[in-house]
């Protein structure tokens, strides 16, 4: 029961792999589910141009998985579109590894609870689940978007999948901009709660079980 939340997948520090790969099995099976696109597709436009195989935004998490040392034959690409509620349910039972891209958190979300009824499935996973950006945020029951990296170009807050207890808040590909990092500091005093800022070549990795965090790369902690 380990959650791994980042900001990117490429980039990331040496150690954040190294870290992973102690918890990974060479034959562990991985779902992704590169459903954060920014509008509405389809299942051919999923499929051939969005996470078209072997261009760069596919290429991107395969690699990720490959240097993390997952078979590529263990992948499976979930697509909202053409795969039954039925299948994908399989899919998440049948996986060790579930892994959210980032891209737009709200479609990710829609997709899994509203349209594919996922949430309970997710919410209960026993394996190992990573995010990306968006998909690292919504592992929280609630979450926060700032002004820089929201679509919509204002501060918000939002509901998550619920996967982690929230111990904390994270901001993703944190700015080093002193008033950006100011920010982080007043939500944490407001709400009450840690922030951690992930830049983008951070990574936190929780057990979920213990809810005991480490954190990996640049990442900087305001309580």
Same mark, same amino acid.
């Given at each position: 029961?380990?959650?791994?939340? &980042?900001?990117?997948?490429?980039?990331?520090?040496?150690?954040?792999?190294?870290?992973?790969? /102690?918890?990974?099995? /060479?034959?562990?099976?991985?779902?992704?589910?590169?459903?954060?696109?920014?509008?509405? &597709?389809?299942?051919?436009? &999923?499929?051939?141009?969005?996470?078209?195989?072997?261009?760069?935004?596919?290429?991107?998490?395969?690699?990720?998985?490959?240097?993390?040392g997952i078979n590529k034959n263990n992948i499976v690409i979930c697509n909202c579109y053409s795969d039954s509620k039925t299948n994908l349910k399989r899919i998440i039972k049948e996986s060790?590894?579930?892994?959210?891209?980032?891209?737009?958190?709200?479609? &990710?979300?829609?997709?899994?609870?509203?349209?594919?009824?996922?949430?309970y499935d997710i919410k209960h996973f026993k394996g190992i689940v990573i995010g990306e950006s968006a998909g690292a945020v919504l592992q929280l029951k609630r979450y926060f978007i700032t002004a820089k990296n929201n679509y919509y170009g204002y501060e918000a807050f939002y509901d998550g999948f619920g996967i982690l207890n929230d111990p904390f808040y994270i901001d993703v590909h944190t700015d080093s901009n002193v008033n950006y990092l100011n920010r982080l500091k007043e939500i944490s005093l407001e709400k009450k709660i840690d922030v951690y800022a992930i830049y983008d070549d951070g990574c936190i990795v929780v057990n979920r079980k213990t809810n005991e965090i480490k954190t990996f790369g640049h990442v900087d902690i305001f309580k």
């Open positions: 029961m380990i959650s791994v939340l &980042l900001s990117k997948v490429n980039g990331i520090d040496k150690n954040v792999c190294k870290e992973i790969k /102690k918890i990974i099995n /060479k034959d562990y099976k991985v779902a992704i589910f590169p459903w954060a696109f920014p509008v509405e &597709l389809d299942a051919d436009k &999923l499929e051939n141009e969005y996470f078209k195989v072997g261009e760069s935004r596919y290429q991107r998490y395969i690699d990720f998985l490959d240097n993390i060790d590894i579930l892994l959210f891209p980032g891209g737009n958190p709200e479609m &990710l979300y829609s997709k899994i609870v509203q349209e594919k009824e996922l949430l």
